[in-house]
């Protein structure tokens, strides 16, 4: 059993760092607020474009950074569980996946 939950955590750690070398991006506002991250959901890089977007209206800025923030972080999240969902996928042998309620790849 320690065999098994070891090869677990050996895939979990894997994917682990497969994410953090995925790099995404979401943008507000035509590119006003351009967020990165990574998928360990790591926030990578923030960028404000001044010439699409009113620097002294700093509700208007707060605003769009909360919401270009969540829509990367969504990004990730999204692509974190389909790597999940492949590594579950790749640990059930074929044919076998119908029993758990999953399909087989």
């Known amino acids: 059993m320690d065999k ?3 090869k677990l955590q050996g895939q ?3 994917m682990k760092l497969r994410l953090a ?3 995404l991006e979401a943008e507000v506002e035509g590119g006003a607020i351009k967020v990165q991250v990574n998928g360990n959901r790591e926030i ?3 960028a404000i474009d001044p010439e699409k977007i009113d620097l002294t209206d700093r509700e208007q800025l707060e605003d769009l950074l909360v919401i270009a923030v969540n ?3 969504e990004l990730a ?3 974190e569980a389909s790597e999940a969902q492949k590594m579950i996928n ?3 042998p074929p044919g ?3 029993l758990f309620g999953m399909k087989d790849a």
């Open 96 to 98: 076998l996946g119908g």
């Open 12 to 14: 979990k750690d894997e």
């Open 71 to 73: 829509q990367a972080l």
């Open 90 to 92: 790749d640990m059930i």
């Open 21 to 23: 070398k995925e790099t």
């Open 4 to 6: 098994i939950f070891g």
């Open 44 to 46: 990578l890089d923030i």
């Open 77 to 79: 999240t999204e692509l």
